[in-house]
């Protein structure tokens, strides 16, 4: 037995040998292969763990981009900058706008429900309810409204489930695409003040005086020089870059009495040619397309004198959604010192409505007593209805500056939105049903073979002038409970 394994093994080492002999490169055991192969690996890992360090590193970046840090590993950031920086990324703005959507979508509202419980839940179907109430008078006016011609791609656009930042971001691609086609340009209305106010002065609504509107920075230079020595030593004047409507820009400024004219050259000249972008709203890189081709103007207008603190300090301001004719509610942005800024609805309800405390609806004594009790809103009501009948919208936002003390009649209109970023609670979700509804009522009176009512005109809404007298004398009749005594001496 011994011997034959020793056979055996001998047998296998000669086999060994001539193996060896016949391939002399092949050498399992060689200390370069061992090397390379653990090169290789080492290589392997280094790569992965640096594309996992960067990855890190650049979600961070993005991430703090996005939210506007105001510095990043020591760098300065801040709006300007973080701007400038998603121009070439754009992934911050993308992060941006999603989080922006997702804070008025449905989903975000169901989360809030759940996490704020039993009144959260109460707070939501309060809401439903009033939405219930408004629903019959939206959609009978849905039905009979005058939509303006450019207005009626939107009936095929719109759907159930669409969120409140769905149907404006919808909007701006049927402006974008009404621009292209027909040259209209309804989104001027909004986003050029010049415009705007001149819609407001041909239509007949009340407004702070325009004193002068300039297309150059040598116009400005010296007629606003003049406007501002001859009007504004006894008055409250704003000067207001006509192109720029975000407010973070500074495009509106108080012109005080102790600054030199200089200044207000050189902040017309910083924003001259300055073209904004609205890298927060999911409509924004359209809307950003449609005001670039917006002539850069400047404009001197005069401060309102019902405001706040005898007329030294900011006016109140509430901002009125109407849908298909019907003013649903309004939030207060500016309102009585220390009292909040509530929501008011048509029922009379005043309430505040806060992210920490899940939106649970919190009663607003002060502004209900002060604005509400006082009769004030039924002026307002009127005014915002009316404007968005002249306008021919399906929904639209006009603003409002309301004296503190003293005849509600002497209201005025501030500005007006088309695409409002403004926080309506649980009532986003309702508004929107309602104007995508609005819509649904129309298809529906089709489908008898009754055409929905159009507008007659053939320029754009912002070009629509009715007349100085149609809001005083037209619109509202001449009603005294509405108008104040020197529009009705003037117009009726």
């Not at 900058?81 to 993308?94: C, S």
């Not at 027909?182 to 050029?192: Q, T, V």
């Not at 405001?307 to 309102?335: C, F, Q, T």
């Not at 503190?404 to 986003?428: C, F, K, M, Q, T």
Request: glycine residues 8%; positive net charge; contains cysteine.
């Amino acid at each position: 037995m011994l011997i034959h394994r020793r056979r055996e093994d001998g047998t296998r080492s000669k086999r060994n040998a001539n193996e060896m002999s016949s391939n002399p490169t092949k050498d399992l055991g060689s200390p370069g292969s061992s090397q390379i192969s653990s090169f290789w690996g080492c290589g392997r890992k280094l790569t992965i763990g640096s594309c996992l360090i960067f990855s890190i590193l650049f979600t961070y970046f993005c991430v703090q981009v996005a939210f506007e840090a105001q510095q990043i590993w020591g760098i300065p950031i801040g709006h300007e900058r973080a701007v400038e920086i998603n121009k070439v990324l754009h992934i911050p703005g993308m992060l941006r706008r999603s989080v922006n959507w997702f804070g008025q979508s449905q989903m975000a509202m169901m989360a809030m429900r759940q996490l704020g419980g039993e009144k959260s839940r109460q707070t939501w179907e309060k809401a439903k309810k009033y939405m219930e109430d408004q629903r019959e008078i939206v959609l009978n006016n849905a039905a009979e409204w005058e939509l303006h011609r450019s207005l009626e791609a939107m009936e095929k656009e719109v759907y159930s489930g669409m969120t409140f930042y769905d149907i404006i971001a919808t909007r701006a691609k049927v402006f974008e695409a009404n621009l292209d086609a027909h040259g209209w340009s309804d989104f001027r209305l909004e986003k050029d003040k010049c415009e705007m106010y001149t819609f407001i002065k041909n239509n007949g609504f009340p407004y702070c005086e325009v004193l002068g509107e300039y297309n150059s920075i040598q116009d400005w230079r010296s007629s606003g020089k003049e406007v501002r020595k001859n009007f504004c030593a006894g008055q409250r004047c704003f000067a207001k870059m006509c192109h720029i409507t975000m407010g973070h820009l500074n495009s509106a400024v108080h012109i005080r009495p102790e600054r030199p004219w200089s200044y207000y050259v050189e902040w017309a000249e910083n924003l001259w040619y300055k073209r904004p972008i609205d890298w927060d709203r999911t409509w924004g890189p359209t809307f950003d397309k449609l005001t670039a081709t917006l002539t850069p103007r400047a404009m001197i207008q005069t401060g309102f004198s019902g405001g706040r603190n005898k007329g030294k300090d900011s006016p109140i301001e509430v901002k009125v959604e109407v849908v298909w004719g019907h003013a649903y509610l309004a939030y207060v942005s500016m309102g009585i010192h220390d009292c909040g800024n509530p929501i008011i609805l048509r029922d009379g309800t005043v309430a505040i409505y806060n992210f920490e405390n899940y939106l649970v609806e919190k009663p607003d004594q002060c502004h209900k007593e002060s604005i509400v009790d006082k009769g004030k809103m039924d002026v307002v009501w009127h005014m915002a209805e009316a404007f968005a009948k002249a306008t021919t919208f399906d929904s639209i936002r006009i603003d409002i500056f309301i004296p503190e003390n003293g005849d509600p009649r002497e209201a005025v209109i501030n500005e007006i939105s088309l695409s409002s970023g403004a926080g309506y609670a649980w009532h986003w979700e309702f508004f929107t049903k309602l104007w995508v509804d609005g819509y649904k009522a129309r298809k529906l009176r089709r489908s008898i073979g009754k055409v929905p009512p159009v507008a007659n005109f053939q320029e754009s809404v912002e070009k629509i002038a009715r007349g100085k007298e149609w809001y005083a004398k037209e619109y509202s009749k001449c009603n005294p409970k509405f108008i104040s005594d020197a529009m009705l001496k003037e117009f009726c």
